[in-house]
């Protein structure tokens, strides 16, 4: 019958023809030998179609065809697809699957072609899903919904066997997951609600009992290699056949299990947590515990506090030892002390080279890390050892390492990367400002004697100090350096004034050092009644200077200036090298054969504790150039002195040392000084820009203005505050005792 010779199709018979050619598409899908659809009977089964959807009402069958279409899907799946499926269990009911959907969407692909004018028209007026859709949707009512658990449960023993090392077909689960995904239309609900909720579940449960395993037989190491290798072969099934919406989920999942129900138990195993890793430098295990435990909330928190709480331990245990070390060395063995006091700051630099590449390179420059090291240096950085704090001992360690024959010889580049060093130690100290008068006064005598290496050294430094704590921090120790410069031009002038001026040259080669008051430490200024060779010299240099400014007032420190004497002994002259003061004594002995104690005294206008350190230094020490009778190894009033013409020596020239001056005490007292100074100007500061304050409010600020510097003692401060009011720079409140006000 040609439906093409009728104008009036019937429903019955038409859907007799349209039905003839659904059957033949069945047969196909089943794998008969039924010929393909040719263009022909594609063309005839459109057509009938078509006819039947545009006859006038009532002839319209477009609704009734709609309905027949769908219920078509519907009766295959029930006679069909659905005994198929069951008879199959496990591997073999996916593999069915797979083929009975990749079926039916052929099936709804070439059905939806044939009644296309349904989907053109009738589908888009009754706002109905596409027919496409509509085919999808019956597999997904009719076989998804009744198999779905069962096909989840395979999939998941697959995964499982899969885990457990077994080969599986992946292919064929990715088909399967497929389906799950593709069944939403466009939402993932399916896939979500239907299998991955319970395969995490799943993937819990599994990881759970491998970590309890685990736990009892691994050490922390090999737990964390395991752990690693699992998150990648789960990043590998995602990527071979799970939708990638699971990744994040699925790695969370391991992780929670693996290593955030564990942390604590893991980080703490004995003798292979994470103080055993520290302790025994395992960097790829450090590396390793920071890539896991920072993909879990918090988890990086208690692995910054083990570090803090290591490093801080074996920074403590240096300190201890270097305290032991340098309490066991007598006191006169002071050479031995500061080499002890050299190690102990080469250890503490090592150590921080050692952490700093942890937290660089393990701990992939996170800043809780850095802060973790940075509070665990300041615990121990700020310790005294045998009475020394670590601001003086890194000033007497940059002194070693910049002065003239140092025992460590380095090259240029070791300087500049040890003074890099020293900087960055520098700011876990809470007293900057101790260590740079201790740093003041070494600089001062590096440069003075002519000491230090190298004058570029010095300013590396210095610029590197200025960068870190600003300009106030160096400016003096800058002052200092410019002075030696301009002091080197000042004494070829002076050299050049003798030269014209020789009438006031006074025979004895003489070189002085102009320096500026304001930047160089203070130092103790006495009438000494110097010789008359020396007064001379001085004579020529005042007049010298008066040419150049009359300005500038000069005042001449003896106890920081060096003579070369030549001392005539029976045996042969040798050359001295002395001190000021010990050259003015050692000249009374051209024009007396003996002297007292009480006339050195007299004569050079000393005191007494300078009288006996150059008198002892002169005739009780190791080169005795005075002869001292009664012969006792003290020097006192009792004493009387002879030039020792029998001395000699098998160098032709020796220096002679005075005995140590402790200036510990000196500086100390000085940096106090300044500190209520320092205090003094903030509370100033503060008060004139908030005019009226609380005592508690105020105390809080200065400790944060000053503490770039040193760290304020809060009783300090509260007298600062009482000198102020003093000085009538503060009142107090009449109503309230504890509020300030500022008085301009």
Not at 118 to 144: Q, T
Not at 509 to 538: A, H, I, Q, R
Not at 570 to 578: A, M, N, P
Request: proline fraction near 3%; include cysteine; hydrophobic fraction near 35%.
């Amino acid at each position: 019958m040609s439906v093409s010779d009728r104008w009036i199709i019937d429903l019955e018979e038409g859907w007799e023809f349209i039905r003839k050619g659904i059957t033949k598409l069945e047969l196909i899908l089943e794998g008969y030998p039924e010929p393909q659809f040719n263009s022909q009977e594609y063309i005839m089964l459109y057509t009938a179609i078509y006819d039947m959807c545009t006859q006038k009402p009532p002839h319209d069958y477009s609704e009734e065809l709609c309905e027949r279409y769908a219920d078509s899907f519907i009766d295959y799946i029930g006679t069909t697809v659905l005994p198929s499926l069951k008879e199959q269990h496990h591997e073999f009911m996916l593999k069915e699957f797979v083929r009975r959907w990749s079926n039916h969407k052929v099936m709804a692909r070439w059905l939806s072609r044939f009644f296309y004018y349904l989907d053109r028209y009738f589908v888009i007026r009754k706002s109905l899903p596409p027919l496409n859709e509509i085919g999808l949707i019956c597999f997904r009512d009719s076989v998804y919904d009744q198999l779905k658990e069962n096909l989840r449960d395979a999939v998941i023993v697959l995964i499982d066997q899969e885990r457990d090392g077994q080969q599986i077909d992946r292919a064929l689960l990715k088909n399967v997951l497929d389906i799950f995904v593709e069944i939403g239309l466009g939402s993932m609900d399916y896939y979500e609600n239907d299998f991955e909720e319970t395969m995490l579940k799943d993937t819990a449960a599994y990881y759970s009992r491998k970590a309890s395993y685990w736990l009892m037989t691994d050490s922390f190491p090999v737990y964390m290699l395991k752990t690693e290798e699992c998150l990648q072969r789960e990043k590998s099934r995602v990527f071979h056949y799970l939708h990638f919406s699971s990744e994040p989920k699925l790695l969370k999942k391991v992780q929670h299990v693996l290593i955030f129900s564990h942390a604590k138990e893991l980080l703490e195993k004995e003798s292979s947590g994470c103080h055993v890793l520290l302790r025994d430098g395992k960097v790829d295990d450090l590396s390793r515990m920071y890539r896991l435990f920072s993909r879990i909330p918090h988890g990086i928190d208690p692995v910054s506090q083990m570090f803090k709480q290591h490093v801080t331990s074996e920074g403590t245990t240096l300190v201890k030892q270097a305290e032991d070390a340098t309490s066991s060395k007598m006191a006169d063995k002071k050479d031995v002390v500061v080499l002890q006091e050299q190690v102990f700051v080469k250890k503490i630099i090592d150590l921080h080279d050692k952490y700093v590449a942890y937290v660089n390179d393990c701990f992939q420059n996170h800043t809780l890390f850095h802060k973790a090291l940075k509070e665990a240096f300041e615990v121990f950085c700020n310790k005294a050892i045998a009475g020394s704090s670590i601001a003086e001992l890194l000033a007497t360690f940059c002194d070693g390492v910049l002065k003239k024959g140092s025992c460590e010889k380095l090259n240029d580049e070791a300087i500049e990367e040890t003074l890099e060093k020293v900087v960055k130690l520098l700011t876990y100290i809470s007293d900057k400002d101790l260590f740079a008068e201790f740093y003041r006064k070494k600089l001062a005598r590096r440069l003075l004697f002519d000491k230090n290496a190298s004058i570029d050294h010095e300013r590396s430094i210095l610029s590197k100090l200025k960068q870190q704590y600003g300009g106030q921090f160096t400016s003096k120790m800058e002052g200092m350096v410019t002075d030696l410069t301009l002091a080197r031009e000042n004494q070829m002038n002076f050299e050049e004034y003798l030269k014209e001026n020789p009438q006031s040259n006074p025979g004895i080669g003489l070189t002085v050092t102009v320096l500026t008051t304001g930047f160089w430490p203070s130092y103790k200024s006495f009438d000494l009644n110097l010789p008359t060779e020396m007064v001379k010299c001085v004579e020529a240099f005042k007049k010298f200077f008066q040419t150049k400014t009359k300005r500038r007032k000069l005042t001449f420190i003896y106890s920081l200036g060096t003579c070369n004497v030549n001392g005539k002994f029976d045996q042969k002259t040798i050359e001295l090298i002395v001190t000021t003061y010990q050259a003015s004594v050692l000249l009374l002995f051209n024009t007396s054969d003996r002297l007292s104690y009480s006339e050195i005294l007299t004569m050079l206008n000393l005191t007494e504790d300078d009288a006996v350190r150059l008198l002892h230094s002169l005739s009780c020490g190791k080169y005795k150039i005075l002869v001292k009778e009664p012969s006792t190894k003290a020097v006192g009033p009792n004493n009387t002195f002879e030039f020792n013409s029998k001395f000699s020596d098998k160098m032709r020239r020796i220096r002679v040392p005075l005995p140590p001056v402790d200036e510990k005490k000196k500086v100390i007292e000085d940096v106090d000084k300044d500190r209520r100074y320092a205090i003094d100007a903030s509370i100033v500061r503060i008060m004139k820009s908030r005019k009226i304050l609380g005592h508690q409010q105020l105390v809080m600020e200065c400790v944060e203005q000053l503490g770039r510097m040193f760290k304020p003692d809060v009783k300090v401060i509260k007298r600062r505050i009482e000198d102020l009011i003093t000085r009538d720079y503060l009142e107090r409140d009449e109503e309230n005792q504890n509020m300030y006000r500022y008085l301009a």
